[in-house]
């Protein structure tokens, strides 16, 4: 049996690799028609900013290294032009010589992957203009880079933008992300991004939100002049394109195979496409969302390497399915750490989807341990059984762990209730006694069983309409910003001065991160008060409202932005 793979990196080498340990007596041919096979394009960037040194760590084989281990007939350079289903061949150009030959196939597997998205504007098909996907990107970005260049612009600020963002500042490159949508990494709930923003902004990145490019022009003083749609102009020596990727599916739709609605190759739960005889893994393909089960494109590497895994299994005759996509993501910018996994809360909003949430901010470690810092979690869940939905965390350090617990929780159809019973290990270099997963877990379940009533930043101010304000923190705290109308009676006198608390109306207590709300929240419901308690504290809350600071007691401007107090984070760690 002769199977032909059409590309030759994730989805591509995973499935050969697997299908020759399945069958010994397999020819297998790889298609690839660019330059490297079996890469590391998640490296790339790292690259360019000089944390990965040599660039032959990403090339993590070679057509050589594929046939001498593996037995692989890897063919780079060669690009497949036409499929013809009837005669069972694929039409192929060698770049090398230009020769067209026809190849023979029993099983063809498409894993052409996904092309850089280039907009519709005036001068984004200028070939000067970088954009990254392979080892050839990378090695035209540092061509462009080595001839001086001081300042960069990167179009699209989510995992590669922000990526290259922290690459070309780590050159010394004045560097500028320009995002179409009002919040970095839009995968996230824009709540969510505010600290990613200021920590951005923090290192020297200029950051243009809600600003598209609109032209680009060659520069009088640099290479590029891009026109923005805020009506400024910057002049970049440098110029990235980062706003995305679309499926390679030209050859699969001239060959008549069904193309799904998310624009990629619809596949079975055995990488099966609607004809005979053809498979397809990887960024081209759309599959199954686990918690929706509509279909999506991922576009990540573990889902690709699997699906390649899976086309394997079954060419091989195994009986192996995929399981939905989840969409765990996660990635570093600069000192922080971002993941999430699972739907947010816009895309169950859109959905349709019922569901409840939670924020907390507990240390990533033990906080009398040096080096830690609060984390910044949201957990989405089913409002019936707690079964969970998505979450997001992001931080300085454990961010990985927990997106990875969380991600695992969700897969194996666990609750919140689950959650509070997990057994995490622990040491203060570590975690915490109760882990921040736990947190979450007895916050959420706490929720669902009546324990506990929250309320949300988002509503605010109309709640102040209804409701008691009561800021739980200390005097100083609350000179120092407050939100707007709220009565300061710190936690710890709150006993003492219940004569003061009205009983016609609710009271919705906060504090910081939302512990001594907590503690308050529990004094007055048990003293009969109708009570919630703001989840997630202040650092959730300005994650939403943007107003202006109040001023200390003696009129003096303490903080004069929600920034301000975001900023007291990196150099407070442990106060939470």
Same mark, same amino acid.
């Given at each position: 049996?002769?199977?032909?793979?059409?590309?030759?990196?994730?989805?591509?080498?995973?499935?050969?690799?697997?299908?020759?340990?399945?069958?010994?007596?397999?020819?297998?041919?790889?298609?690839?028609?660019?330059?490297?096979?079996?890469?590391?394009?998640?490296?790339?960037?790292?690259?360019?900013?000089?944390?990965?040194?040599?660039?032959?760590?990403?090339?993590?084989?070679?057509?050589?290294?594929?046939?001498?281990?593996?037995?692989?007939?890897?063919?780079?350079?060669?690009?497949?032009?036409?499929?013809?289903?009837?005669?069972?061949?694929?039409?192929?150009?060698?770049? %090398?010589?230009?020769?067209?030959?026809?190849?023979?196939? !029993?099983? &063809? =597997? $498409?894993?052409? *992957? @996904?092309? +850089?998205?280039?907009?519709?504007?005036?001068?984004?098909?200028?070939?000067?203009?970088?954009?990254?996907?392979?080892?050839?990107?990378?090695?035209?970005?540092?061509?462009?880079?080595?001839?001086?260049?001081?300042?960069?612009?990167?179009?699209?600020?989510?995992?590669?933008?922000?990526?290259?963002?922290?690459?070309?500042?780590?050159?010394?490159?004045?560097?500028?992300?320009?995002?179409?949508?009002?919040?970095?990494?839009?995968?996230?709930?824009?709540?969510?991004?505010?600290?990613?923003?200021?920590?951005?902004?923090?290192?020297?990145?200029?950051?243009?939100?809600?600003?598209?490019?609109?032209?680009?022009?060659?520069?009088?003083?640099?290479?590029?002049?891009? %026109?923005?749609?805020?009506?400024?102009?910057?002049?970049? !020596?440098? &110029? =990235? $394109?980062?706003? *995305? @990727?679309? +499926?390679?599916?030209?050859?699969?739709?001239?060959?008549?195979?069904?193309?799904?609605?998310?624009?990629?190759?619809?596949?079975?739960?055995?990488?099966?496409?609607?004809?005979?005889?053809?498979?397809?893994?990887?960024?081209?393909?759309?599959?199954?969302?686990?918690?929706?089960?509509?279909?999506?494109?991922?576009?990540?590497?573990?889902?690709?390497?699997?699906?390649?895994?899976?086309?394997?299994?079954?060419?091989?005759?195994?009986?192996?399915?995929?399981?939905?996509?989840?969409?765990?993501?996660?990635?570093?910018?600069?000192?922080?750490?971002?993941?999430?996994?699972?739907?947010?809360?816009?895309?169950?909003?859109?959905?349709?989807?019922?569901?409840?949430?939670?924020?907390?901010?507990?240390?990533?470690?033990?906080?009398?341990?040096?080096?830690?810092?609060?984390?910044?979690?949201?957990?989405?869940?089913?409002?019936?059984?707690?079964?969970?939905?998505?979450?997001?965390?992001?931080?300085?350090?454990?961010?990985?762990?927990?997106?990875?617990?969380?991600?695992?929780?969700?897969?194996?159809?666990?609750?919140?209730?689950?959650?509070?019973?997990?057994?995490?290990?622990?040491?203060?270099?570590?975690?915490?006694?109760?882990?921040?997963?736990?947190?979450?877990?007895?916050?959420?379940?706490?929720?669902?069983?009546?324990?506990?009533?929250?309320?949300?930043?988002?509503?605010?101010?109309?709640?102040?309409?209804?409701?008691?304000?009561?800021?739980?923190?200390?005097?100083?705290?609350?000179?120092?910003?407050?939100?707007?109308?709220?009565?300061?009676?710190?936690?710890?006198?709150?006993?003492?001065?219940?004569?003061?608390?009205?009983?016609?109306?609710?009271?919705?207590?906060?504090?910081?991160?939302?512990?001594?709300?907590?503690?308050?929240?529990?004094?007055?419901?048990?003293?009969?008060?109708?009570?919630?308690?703001?989840?997630?504290?202040?650092?959730?809350?300005?994650?939403?409202?943007?107003?202006?600071?109040?001023?200390?007691?003696?009129?003096?401007?303490?903080?004069?932005?929600?920034?301000?107090?975001?900023?007291?984070?990196?150099?407070?760690?442990?106060?939470?």
């Amino acid at each position: 049996m002769k199977t032909v793979i059409v590309g030759g990196v994730a989805a591509g080498a995973s499935t050969g690799a697997r299908l020759r340990r399945l069958d010994e007596s397999a020819e297998i041919v790889v298609l690839e028609r660019g330059r490297f096979v079996s890469f590391a394009n998640c490296g790339l960037p790292y690259h360019i900013g000089g944390a990965i040194p040599e660039r032959d760590s990403l090339l993590l084989q070679t057509p050589e290294s594929l046939a001498r281990s593996l037995a692989l007939d890897v063919r780079t350079g060669h690009e497949v032009l036409r499929i013809d289903r009837e005669a069972k061949e694929v039409e192929v150009r060698d770049h %090398d010589t230009g020769r067209t030959y026809r190849e023979s196939y !029993d099983t &063809l =597997v $498409l894993c052409p *992957g @996904a092309d +850089p998205i280039r907009p519709p504007i005036p001068g984004a098909d200028d070939p000067r203009v970088d954009v990254l996907r392979d080892v050839e990107d990378m090695d035209r970005i540092m061509a462009h880079l080595e001839l001086g260049a001081s300042r960069a612009t990167v179009v699209g600020g989510s995992y590669i933008g922000l990526e290259l963002a922290e690459a070309l500042r780590s050159r010394g490159l004045e560097t500028t992300v320009v995002e179409r949508t009002d919040q970095l990494m839009p995968w996230l709930d824009h709540e969510m991004t505010r600290i990613l923003h200021h920590h951005v902004r923090s290192h020297d990145v200029d950051v243009r939100l809600s600003t598209s490019a609109d032209a680009i022009r060659s520069g009088k003083k640099s290479t590029f002049a891009v %026109d923005l749609s805020d009506g400024t102009t910057l002049e970049p !020596d440098v &110029l =990235v $394109l980062a706003v *995305g @990727a679309r +499926p390679n599916v030209e050859l699969a739709r001239a060959a008549g195979l069904e193309i799904g609605p998310r624009g990629g190759i619809v596949v079975d739960a055995h990488m099966r496409t609607s004809a005979p005889g053809i498979l397809a893994a990887g960024d081209a393909v759309e599959t199954m969302h686990l918690v929706t089960g509509e279909p999506v494109l991922s576009m990540l590497a573990g889902p690709a390497n699997r699906q390649g895994r899976i086309a394997a299994d079954t060419i091989a005759g195994h009986d192996s399915a995929y399981r939905g996509t989840q969409g765990t993501a996660v990635v570093k910018v600069f000192d922080m750490t971002v993941g999430g996994t699972g739907l947010t809360e816009n895309q169950l909003r859109a959905a349709g989807i019922p569901y409840r949430k939670v924020y907390a901010h507990p240390s990533g470690h033990a906080a009398y341990y040096p080096g830690t810092a609060p984390l910044f979690m949201k957990v989405l869940f089913d409002p019936a059984e707690g079964r969970l939905l998505g979450a997001q965390v992001l931080g300085w350090d454990g961010v990985d762990k927990r997106i990875d617990v969380l991600a695992v929780a969700q897969r194996a159809g666990m609750s919140v209730y689950d959650l509070e019973h997990l057994e995490l290990s622990y040491a203060p270099p570590y975690g915490s006694a109760k882990d921040p997963v736990n947190m979450v877990g007895f916050l959420a379940a706490n929720l669902l069983r009546g324990d506990i009533h929250l309320w949300y930043p988002e509503e605010f101010p109309e709640c102040a309409e209804r409701a008691l304000i009561l800021d739980a923190r200390t005097q100083a705290e609350y000179e120092a910003w407050h939100i707007p109308g709220a009565v300061l009676i710190p936690y710890t006198e709150l006993r003492e001065r219940l004569s003061e608390i009205p009983r016609d109306r609710p009271v919705y207590t906060y504090c910081r991160s939302g512990f001594r709300s907590y503690i308050a929240y529990c004094v007055l419901r048990q003293g009969g008060w109708e009570t919630a308690f703001l989840s997630g504290g202040t650092m959730t809350y300005h994650g939403f409202h943007k107003t202006p600071l109040t001023t200390g007691a003696a009129g003096m401007p303490v903080v004069t932005h929600a920034e301000d107090v975001l900023a007291q984070l990196p150099g407070a760690l442990t106060a939470v």
